[in-house]
Every structure is written in C-alpha cells, then in structure tokens.
C-alpha cells in the first residue's frame, strides 16, 4: 500500500484492547504507518472478562492471533443447567475453545502489533476528534495532564463500550437499558471443577433473570466465576445475585465450600447487536465500540479482532482508490462484518428476546426436552430446527405462543 510521507501516521487506533492492537497488527503487516493512543498507563488490566474464546465464535481464532501462552485451559465444550439443575452437556463442534489470561493476552496482541511496525503511546486520552472529510482527522487528546494535538487520514475508534471516537463522529446510538447487561466476576481459587474442560452456565429468574451465572476453569486450581443481569430485569444489584449463588445456592455452597475470591471484576456488556453504521467520512469503528459483541453470549473479544482484519482489508482498497467516504468504507466494511455475522447476530438478538420472558418452567422444559446432540444437530440445519422445534412444543405447547409473539408467524 502506498503511505503517506515519512513522519506522519496514515491510521491513528484509539484504544489497545484485543480490537485495537489487532487492527493495528494488520494494518501495519499491510505497510500502514499506524499509531495505537491508549488513555491507560498499561494494557490489560483491570481485566473486565470472563475471558472465554470458542472457535465457534470467530471463523479462524488461530490465523487471528490468539497467543498460545495467553491460553490457561483449553475447552472442549459447555454445560447448561437449568433452575432445578437439569444440564445439557453441549460439545463444541470444533472441540476448540479457550479461558484466556487477559492480562497476557491483550498484551500479547499489542507486541504483535509492534512487531508488525506499529507505533504506540500510552497514558495518552483521546478527548475529542474532529473530521474534515477532504483533509483528515484531527485528534486531540490529554498526554500525562497535558493536551495535546495529533492528525491522520483515518482514525480508527477501538476504544470500548463508551467509545469517545463513536460519539464524536456522530456514530453512536444511544444504548437502551434493555441492550444493556451489567456484569460482574471473580477469579476464584479453590472451586469445586467437576470437568475442566467444560465451561458451566446456570440458567434462571432468580439465579440470573436475562443471563447466566458462569463458571469458567482457569488452569488446575482457578476459575473464572460471573454472573450477567439484563439492566431492568434485575430486583436487586448484580454483586448481590452472584454473591447469592456462591454462598446460599446449594449447588453454590457446594462448588464453592473452599474456595476463596482474589481478584475481583465490573463492567457493562453492550448485548443489543452491532451499530447500523460503523464507520463515516474517515472513522470507522471495532469491538465495543462498534457493539460488535454477541448478543446471546456477551462475547466481544474474538468479533472485535476479527473485525480489525476486516478494517484493514477495508482500508487497503480504500488508499488505493484514494477514497475515505462514508460511502465507501461502510460499503466495503458493512458488507465484510454483515456477511461473517449478520445472521448469526440477527439469530443471537431473537434468542436474547426469548430469553426476556421465558419463564423458570419453560426453561425447564426446554432443557429436559434437549441434548447436546439435538443442539448440535440444530446448528447444523433448519430442518433439524424444524424437527426439534416440534418435540419441543409437544413437550410445551405455550413456547409456541412465546416464539410467534417474538419472532412473528
Ligand atoms: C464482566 C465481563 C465479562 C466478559 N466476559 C467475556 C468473555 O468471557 N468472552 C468474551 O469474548 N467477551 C467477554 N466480555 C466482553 C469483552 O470483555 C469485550 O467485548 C472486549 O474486551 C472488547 O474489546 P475492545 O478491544 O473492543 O475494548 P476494550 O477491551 O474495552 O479496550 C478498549 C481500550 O480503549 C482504551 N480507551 C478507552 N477510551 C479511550 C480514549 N478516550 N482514549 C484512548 N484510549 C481509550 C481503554 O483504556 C482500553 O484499553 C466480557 C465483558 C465483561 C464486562
């Protein structure tokens, strides 16, 4: 690709969480001058994850970049229990899925960057930007207490849930309370981990109303334990229904007799599908920014890396046709992020919706009437769907009337 002179920067990052650093990565393998800012003096941490990858999520976790050392177990499948401990045991496919250690992980990914020729600079903020479509972007930020003033062609907005980049480019949509999960964990030490290679989710209004209670196990000893609430679905606060399951739940108290909380973790997962619009004249966004996580699951770190291969490829045809328009990029990008995960997301929003109203014995009856094979069967094909859909409503006639009323005849 053709850069532009010596000193300057073709693509400024903003942000070097796992969307920005991988950006940066492909771009600078594709010869962009590119310069990641990060408001924080480090990366990685506070680590605000459950820090679970499956292959299932992203098209090709391993071409991506996934660190191997940044893996603390590898994870074969995940269990699903339902109020009163019913379970499907659920195999992944590809038998490939991972807990991560964030910590080195998203360092890992900003080495690889680096390798690649990216530049970084840390402690720095972006405060605001400004986009003059026939010029370029003008950044300013706060470095270590003082402003300062950067300028690019293009800038990417990598920079999470809150995105400044996104709000100043006018492409944030308000998040409504309903697209919105509050969530919190705890590594622990000293959990009970019946299978370390299965990841385990523990269903119900009470346990976790619009979400799940999470066990994920990290290495011989630890384990990831969370829990996600859909904001106005909760009667009490997020900490307390964790706490709750851990110490009052029998299956709680049970896993969890010995075990002790050494580190502790909050955030907000935006669950409501990706942004409409994800780039304009100059910007264009990825990972949380961009709300490029799962609605279903709440999973963003592979979508966001992929998405950064994605912005790259984008940005290559884009310098060679001399073209950073909103048309073009959103164009170009839309068409690459809606035909890897539109349908998968569009399928993942109508499941959440279900997820809204089903009741603790529809529940029940879903997860008596399923297996893991059944589920897998039905990834695979819409007459398999078919075909369990109708033992399903044999089983419970009034999930027939729940699915019309969300998804329409
Ligand atoms: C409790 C919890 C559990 C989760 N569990 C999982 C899980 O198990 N699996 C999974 O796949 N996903 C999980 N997620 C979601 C996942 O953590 C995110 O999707 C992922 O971190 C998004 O990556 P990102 O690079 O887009 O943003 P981030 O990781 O948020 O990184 C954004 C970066 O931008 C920087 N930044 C922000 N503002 C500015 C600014 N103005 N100027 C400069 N820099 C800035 C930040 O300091 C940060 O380094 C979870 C989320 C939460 C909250």
């Known amino acids: ?113 680096i390798v690649e020729g990216a530049d970084i600079e840390l402690n720095t903020q972006v405060t605001n930007i400004k986009i003059n479509k026939k010029t370029g972007v003008t950044i300013k930020a706060n470095q270590r207490g003082k402003e300062i003033t950067e300028t690019a062609p293009v800038v990417v907005g990598a920079d999470g849930i809150y995105s400044q980049v996104a709000r100043d480019a006018g492409l944030a949509e308000p998040i409504e309370p309903i697209d919105l999960d509050t969530s919190i964990g705890y590594e622990m030490v000293g959990v009970d981990i019946t299978e370390p290679t299965m990841l385990d989710l523990y269903m119900g209004n009470e346990v976790a109303p619009r979400g799940y209670v999470w066990i994920f196990p990290k290495g011989e000893h630890c384990a990831n334990v969370g829990i996600g609430v859909g904001v106005g679905f909760a009667k009490k606060g997020v900490k307390e229904y964790l706490d709750d399951f851990i110490f009052n739940n029998p299956e709680g108290k049970r896993r969890f007799k010995k075990a002790k ?57 884009a310098f060679e046709k001399s073209d950073l328009s909103e048309s073009f990029l959103r164009k170009k990008y839309e068409k690459l992020w809606d035909n890897a995960y539109g349908k998968s997301f569009s399928m993942g929003s109508k499941a959440r919706k279900i997820l809204d109203i089903l009741t603790d014995e529809q529940m029940e009856n879903i997860i008596e009437t399923f297996d893991g094979e059944d589920l897998t069967k039905a990834v695979r094909g819409r007459w398999n769907q078919i075909k369990l859909g109708a033992k399903l409503m044999k089983k419970d006639p009034t999930l027939l009337k729940l699915l019309r009323e969300v998804l329409g005849n």
Do not use: W
Not at 61 to 84: D, H, N, Q, W
């Open 261 to 317: 909380i050494i580190e502790e973790r909050i955030g907000a997962i935006p669950v409501g599908g990706s942004l409409e619009k994800l780039a304009t004249d100059r910007v264009l966004l990825v990972g949380d920014a961009a709300r490029q996580v799962n609605p279903l699951t709440g999973g963003g770190i592979a979508y966001g890396m992929e998405a950064g291969k994605m912005i790259s490829d984008t940005l290559v045809e």
């Open 1 to 113: 690709m053709n850069s532009t002179d010596s000193t300057s920067y073709d693509v400024m990052v903003v942000g070097s969480g796992p969307a920005g650093s991988t950006t940066a990565k492909f771009l600078a393998r594709e010869g962009f001058k590119v310069k990641i800012l990060e408001a924080k003096s480090h990366v990685g941490l506070p680590v605000r994850c459950g820090e679970a990858i499956g292959k299932e999520t992203i098209n090709d976790i391993l071409k991506i970049g996934v660190p191997k050392f940044a893996m603390r177990s590898e994870i074969t499948g995940f269990r699903v229990y339902s109020p009163s401990l019913k379970v499907i045991d659920y195999k992944l496919p590809s038998g490939e899925g991972y807990v991560l250690d964030r910590r080195v992980f998203d360092k890992e990914l900003l080495v690889g960057a």
